[in-house]
């Protein structure tokens, strides 16, 4: 079974800093391949959304709403992908999600909550 694993969630007061991380890791069988990574978000009531994503030659790609503040990377080496947040707002307050292909099929993580409050 493939996992990806969230970390680094929490409360942050607006224009506050976040990072998240998401590991990818599988029980049995080895990683052949991840390809696009990506982050999404779902706040309470909306769609989910993306946020950011980024290739496994990384190539990136954001939201409108995000570009300036986030920035993604990954670690190849590491199976890791990263989401750095800075200038946080009261409207980035959702559940974060981590979505990979990983050889040559989705997944999703558990989703993380981050919190923008004063």
């Known amino acids: 079974q493939v996992q990806l694993v969230e970390s680094g969630g929490g409360l942050v007061q607006p224009g506050g800093s976040l990072s998240l991380s998401c590991a990818a890791s599988?029980?049995?069988?080895?990683?052949?391949?991840?390809?696009?990574m990506g982050w999404y978000r779902q706040a309470p009531g909306k769609q989910r959304e993306m946020v950011a994503d980024i290739t496994s030659s990384g190539s990136t790609n954001y939201a409108d709403s995000v570009k300036g503040r986030f920035t993604i990377s990954r670690d190849n080496a590491k199976n890791t992908l990263y989401l750095q947040m800075s200038g946080l707002k009261v409207e980035d307050t959702a559940v974060y999600y981590c979505n990979a292909i990983i050889n040559w099929r989705e997944y999703w993580g558990q989703g993380t909550q981050v919190t923008v409050s004063s």
């Open positions: 599988r029980s049995s069988r080895s990683i052949l391949s991840i390809g696009r």
